[in-house]
């Protein structure tokens, strides 16, 4: 009995030793943990409990140059409900009315947001969404609403917010104002203005720290953020939203008329380089409607034809070879250059005519003979020409994607015999059409070439804080000389000439007409199409705006794909648009400068109209107007003998008689 109760107490001391043992390992590995390892630990938890998130900037919004919204980003909120943060005293208390509140915002029962709300209360649902895609309006008032105005502990309200970026004119001018779309790699591609001026328009991203809650969701710890996003700045562009319209329509209208592939406008404010319009245009496969597709006018090089015929005429008269005056036989039409035919659109007609004819009438036999003539033998004179004027090189715009034009230089592979007669009528170079308009801009402009600009300024409420003011690229690409006579020639285009369907007497603009053919180098090939355009300023005598329309494959099914067909009635649409319905401001000069027989005429009759009342005034040598008006004032009743446009010549009451009121006096005119 002794030996068993041993063995027991034996059993007691090892389960008592082992239980110590245990207990001190635990607490060696409390403390081990507490202080050895704490440091590790408590960052390991706030690691997989809190988490920093992106608190988006408000972005900057775009206006036009008078002052309309072109983008803006609008918020969109979010509100989601931890059911379990509030106490059963506020739950309970404010359910109803909580609930209520939602019926009345959200269009539905009361019931049905009671039931979702104890449901959520029921299964401990601490992310449940009361609104998504809700206008600030809608959140201001559920911000106020019972319960959920206590905040995120109290009252278990949860906000988040994203931006989505509209543009109040919808799809006109889309490719300029631009977006922020993803490229083939799915990276973040801004295009147009929002692309290209992101760094003012983005601002800052702010951080807030939320918690992790049930179900992998996360909640805000605190009201506040960590930090504070800044506010993008607003960019203020020169397109005018006016303009912009009568651009857009104007173009869409050919392009559906002509059933043509794609085409562009640009206007350009003449003195500073402002865009005013720009708009892109091309047919979608799926629906055969037209969409900003691409931007055409800046990044679309090509051979341009007949508007590059300007380059020669500044070349041929800037470089004294010849005068407009000059001869040149047409020879029918046609003419030869290393066995490659050079032909007139129109080959019928007078045969010689002057060099400024065969601009007007777009002659390519006459712009190439006078072109080869002069420059065969020193084509690289001819060419630097050209550079000099700055068309061998991009513009530089601020928006990405501007095509880079080709020019061949004599001196490389690509120069050959064929070249200098080919540029001569504008092809075997690629040019975009921006930098087509810029050229023609610095002839209206009296020589000042200015770059294109999209955006006037940057500002931060109602402060500047960037202004894009005018950059000159060439201060004179030619002399006043050949400048007066360019600007006589292209009026005559639109007088006399390819573009005389579009000559309004009671609006003056000048110009040149383009119709390039696709392949021509290549004997027209498998793609042979045309590419219609103009290019002019209005009005001729103080040019404001420059403007270039291009017209890409209009259907020759009617014979309509020349530029005066297609491209011209675009152009003056705009320009008499621009100027019909625009509101203007005249100022009248001299209006105080005195007219001295005015004066005299009318201190006459002063004098005579302050004689006393009773007394008869000699009118004789007045105007038959001014002597009526008189006598009528002093009651006395008159009667004309002669022409109502004539003088006095004699009166049947003589002057200085006593005046009776109603009497009848008798006026005879010379």
């Known amino acids: 009995m002794l030996l068993n109760d041993k063995n027991i107490s034996y059993r007691i001391y090892f389960v008592a030793f082992a239980m110590f043992l245990f207990a001190m390992v635990i607490v060696f590995k409390l403390t081990n943990i507490q202080w050895v390892h704490g440091e590790h630990y408590r960052k390991l938890a706030k690691q997989n ?12 919004s775009i206006y036009s140059s008078d002052g309309s919204l072109l983008a803006v980003s609008v918020p969109i909120y979010i509100v989601r409900f931890d059911a379990v943060s509030p106490s059963d005293k506020v739950f309970n208390e404010n359910l109803n009315a909580l609930s209520d509140s939602l019926a009345l915002l959200f269009g539905k029962n009361s019931s049905f947001f009671e039931n979702k709300l104890k449901a959520a209360r029921r299964n401990k649902n601490r992310f449940l969404l009361l609104g998504k895609d809700l206008s600030y309006t809608q959140y201001a008032r559920l911000k106020s609403f019972p319960i959920l105005k206590l905040g995120i502990y109290k009252g278990g309200r949860m906000d988040s917010i994203r931006e989505v970026r509209k543009h109040p004119i919808g799809e006109i001018a889309e490719r300029t104002i631009g977006y922020i779309g993803l490229d083939k790699n799915g990276n973040k591609n801004g295009v147009g203005i929002e692309g290209a001026f992101g760094k003012y328009l983005n601002g800052k991203d702010g951080k807030v720290i939320k918690q992790k809650i049930a179900k992998g969701q996360y909640k805000p710890i605190r009201d506040e953020n960590v930090v504070e996003p800044v506010d993008g700045h607003d960019i203020v562009s020169t397109l005018n939203v006016y303009i912009q319209d009568i651009a857009h329509h104007a173009l869409l209208q050919s392009l559906q008329k002509n059933k043509a592939e794609h085409g562009c406008v640009i206007v350009m404010e003449t003195k500073t380089g402002h865009i005013k319009a720009i ?11 037209y969409k900003e597709k691409l931007n055409y006018a800046i990044r679309e090089q090509g051979e341009p034809g007949s508007t590059f015929k300007l380059v020669d005429m500044i070349a041929l008269l800037d470089d004294n070879k010849l005068d407009t005056s000059k001869v040149y036989n047409r020879r029918g039409g046609s003419i030869t250059y290393f066995g490659n035919d050079v032909v007139d659109s129109h080959r019928e007609g007078e045969q010689r005519i002057s060099l400024a004819k065969g601009f007007e009438i777009s002659s390519n036999t006459v712009m190439v003979q006078a072109v080869y003539e002069n420059y065969k033998n020193n084509p690289k004179q001819f060419v630097d020409r050209i550079n000099k004027m700055g068309l061998n090189k991009p513009l530089g715009l601020s928006l990405k994607g501007e095509g880079i034009p080709i020019i061949p230089q004599p001196g490389t592979p690509k120069w050959n015999g064929l070249s200098l007669p080919w540029m001569a009528f504008g092809y075997g170079i690629e040019v975009t059409p921006m930098q087509t308009l810029t050229l023609y801009n610095a002839i209206a402009n009296n020589g000042e070439m200015v770059k294109p600009q999209f955006v006037s300024e940057i500002k931060e409420w109602n402060k500047t804080i960037k202004k894009f003011d005018k950059e000159v690229i060439n201060p004179k690409i030619c002399s006043e000389t050949t400048i007066k006579k360019l600007k006589a020639v292209m009026e005559n285009v639109v007088k006399r000439g390819t573009a005389k369907s579009i000559y309004s007497k009671d609006f003056p603009m000048a110009g040149k007409t383009g119709t390039a053919q696709g392949n021509y180098g290549i004997n027209g090939g498998a793609d042979k199409h045309y590419i219609s355009s103009f290019v002019g300023f209005f009005p001729v005598n103080e040019p404001k705006y420059t ?3 291009v017209v890409h494959k209009p259907s ?20 008499q648009k621009i100027f019909t319905d625009s509101p203007s401001t005249n100022e009248i000069k001299n209006l105080n400068k005195k007219n001295t027989n005015q004066e ?12 006393e009342k009773n007394i008869i005034p000699n009118v004789k040598g007045m105007s038959a107007m001014d002597a009526v008006a008189l006598l009528e004032n002093m009651g006395l009743k008159v009667k004309l003998k002669g022409k109502g446009v004539g003088k ?16 009848e006096i008798k006026l005879e005119l010379n």
């Not at 409990?49 to 900057?60: I, M, R």
């Not at 708009?279 to 055969?288: A, C, F, H, V, W």
């Not at 020759?556 to 320009?575: E, H, L, M, N």
């Open 556 to 575: 020759t099914a009617t014979g309509s794909y020349y530029g005066a067909d297609v491209a011209g009635p675009v152009f003056k649409r705009i320009a």
């Open 49 to 60: 409990s809190l988490k920093t998130f992106v608190v988006p900037a408000n972005k900057g």
């Open 600 to 611: 005299k005429q009318y201190n006459g009759y002063f004098s005579k109209a302050q004689i």
């Open 547 to 549: 403007c270039i329309v």
């Open 279 to 289: 708009s892109n245009l091309g047919r979608t496969e799926k629906d055969s409607i």
């Open 648 to 663: 006095v010549k004699s009166q049947s009451l003589n002057s200085g008689n006593h005046l009776i009121r109603q009497s």
